[in-house]
């Protein structure tokens, strides 16, 4: 077996890899849509989603097997990652490089392999989306083409999972400028330096010379004393009733 070689950029590809943070979530429909869909395209039994890190490759989404990484001296995916082109091996038993490979000698026996990479706008190629099949085969224009797609589309995937990542960190940076107030979305409390959540009132108290008084708007009286409110119109039509009859008699007596 001859393990792949090291990458000439390693180290700022594990950095693009990191930077993801994907390594070890759960699956997600998105990715393993596109397995579903490499699987289907390329009549295979197994289909992954491959991300190479230090030691290990490992498997975000996957089709036909159960195993979530393997060594990376043992992957297929390495060798991908060397060009941006795919890598086809139309039967491993008759490639020098993984004749006698354990994923070859034993589980999932790998005869047929095609690794489509996953190359960022930075030209770091992260893993691969490929396709396993148990017997040798190949694959035709329109199923490379297919799984060109795939790949960059899994690429896009990730860019928008790595663009949250830095909105939440830019976030989370601001959280702590004098200038900014951290507040729930939700129930509007306000977060103080120790990371609990405050009424806005109590949270101003403490910071300003500002006071307070209390009471309860249109809107909250509506939807919390809906009886309250139900009886206070009554009295409000009872007093117009009242003011009525008083100058109606005023007129009369008059």
């Not at 290990?56 to 990376?72: I, M, N, S, Y």
């Not at 086809?88 to 020098?96: C, Y």
Request: proline share 4%; net charge negative.
């Amino acid at each position: 077996m001859k393990a792949a070689s090291i990458p000439f950029n390693e180290a700022d590809r594990l950095h693009a890899l990191q930077e993801y943070r994907i390594l070890g979530t759960q699956p997600e429909q998105s990715y393993n849509d596109l397995t579903l869909i490499a699987a289907e395209v390329c009549d295979t039994p197994i289909a992954l989603m491959s991300l190479v890190d230090e030691n290990k490759q490992w498997f975000k989404a996957k089709v036909g097997v159960d195993v979530l990484e393997t060594p990376r001296d043992w992957s297929f995916c390495a060798h991908a990652i060397h060009t941006f082109e795919p890598l086809i091996v139309e039967d491993a038993l008759n490639d020098q490089r993984f004749h006698d490979n354990p994923l070859v000698c034993g589980e999932p026996n790998i005869r047929f392999y095609g690794g489509f990479p996953l190359q960022n706008n930075q030209d770091h190629r992260i893993g691969t989306l490929c396709v396993i099949d148990r017997t040798p085969k190949s694959l035709n224009k329109s199923q490379i083409k297919i799984m060109e797609a795939l790949a960059r589309q899994a690429v896009s995937f990730l860019d928008l999972r790595l663009r949250a990542v830095r909105l939440l960190d830019s976030y989370c940076s601001l959280d702590h400028s004098p200038n900014i107030i951290s507040t729930c979305s939700y129930c509007r409390k306000a977060k103080n330096e120790d990371g609990q959540w405050q009424y806005l009132d109590q949270y101003l108290s403490k910071r300003s010379s500002l006071n307070f008084s209390h009471g309860v708007c249109d809107a909250c009286m509506e939807d919390q004393f809906p009886e309250v409110l139900e009886i206070w119109k009554q009295d409000e039509k009872e007093k117009f009733r009242n003011n009525y009859r008083s100058k109606i008699n005023s007129k009369t007596e008059g």
